[in-house]
């Protein structure tokens, strides 16, 4: 024992030995905030199982309250995972699923706020709206559809048509 602390206090080790409290003080502190201690102050030994959920689920959508983005998507996700999530949320977490897939699929294109991406958009709407329309025998709410398809593709031409005599007046500028 003489030994061991005559060689953490030798000169080569003084710096390193000064350091590992410091060290060891900061992983504890990473730990007891891992172990999220508000939460273990909740936890009864008496709970069962449906009890111990509920706390779960309300802590953890206490705590998401203090996110902004994606915080919906992060209680789906965890209800997904530990098979709670009923009907509804399921088909608003597939939505939500579906939405960033057509968004990373818009980043290649640059700004997704720009004129290209808002026609891109609408062309998928298209694609979706005569993708469902051959499923069902026509009704009322075809037609509607229809015709919002039909002031869709209106649009896009005159997007279309808007851009390009902008490039053509651009060119005859220069």
């Known amino acids: 024992m003489n030994e061991f602390i005559h ?3 030798s000169p080569a080790n003084v710096i390193p030995t000064a350091i590992l409290p410091f060290c060891v003080l900061y992983w504890l502190i990473v730990i007891i905030g891992v172990i999220d201690l508000d939460m273990v102050e909740k936890l009864n030994p008496f709970m069962n199982e449906k009890e111990l959920d509920t706390l779960i689920m309300s802590h953890y959508q206490n705590e998401a ?5 994606g915080a ?3 209680l789906l996700k965890l209800k997904e995972l530990i098979s709670v999530i009923t009907g509804e949320e399921v088909a608003r977490w597939s939505a939500i699923k579906e939405e960033f897939v057509e968004m990373q699929k818009l980043k290649g294109y640059g700004d997704t706020s720009g004129e290209m991406i808002q026609v891109i958009r609408k062309m998928g709407d298209i694609n979706k709206s005569l993708t469902n329309l051959g499923k069902d025998e026509i009704s009322d709410d ?3 559809e229809l015709k919002s398809i039909t002031e869709g593709v209106r ?3 005159k ?3 808007e851009n390009r005599k902008s490039k053509g007046n651009s060119k005859e500028e220069e």
């Open 7 to 9: 060689y953490i206090f």
């Open 65 to 69: 309250q203090t996110l902004t983005t």
């Open 72 to 74: 919906e998507a992060n």
């Open 142 to 144: 075809h037609i509607v």
């Open 155 to 157: 649009a896009i031409s």
């Open 159 to 161: 997007v279309m048509i």
